[in-house]
Nanobody, 119 residues
Framework: VQLVESGGGLVQAGDSLRLSCVAS????????MAWFRQAPGKEREFVAA????????SYADSVKGRFTISGDNARSTVNLQMNSLTPEDTAVYYC?????????????WGQGTQVTVSS
């Protein structure tokens, strides 16, 4: 599975951005897609995920109420709408693909897209 992210950029605090991720290749094995992020000097952290079968989203506490994950099953695309951005949201955002329920690992990753929020 190949994942390509887009939509990152430089914005000001309070602005919005929409990230997209398109999956291609052997996408018939699918359980969920997710977004993670990694800020400079910090470990990669979970942001949001969506299970393909149910469409149920899950979010990190730090983004609840501000970020919305959505997906298009037919197009193997997942989006992340990010509102009310703060400088603490500055990071490289990665799209991830989880093929199976078990193991509970994301087995494919995109190259990442930079999001920079200025104060």
């Amino acid at each position: 599975v190949q994942l390509v992210e887009s939509g990152g950029g430089l914005v000001q605090a309070g602005d919005s951005l929409r990230l997209s991720c398109v999956a291609s290749g052997r996408t018939f094995r699918r359980y969920a897609m997710a977004w993670f992020r990694q800020a400079p000097g910090k470990e990669r952290e979970f942001v949001a995920a969506m299970a393909w079968s149910s469409g149920n989203p899950s979010y990190a506490d730090s983004v609840k109420g501000r970020f919305t994950i959505s997906g298009d099953n037919a197009r193997s695309t997942v989006n992340l709408q990010m509102n009310s951005l703060t400088p603490e949201d500055t990071a490289v955002y990665y799209c991830a693909w989880r093929s199976f329920v078990f193991p509970a690992d994301y087995d494919y990753w995109g190259q990442g897209t930079q999001v920079t929020v200025s104060s």
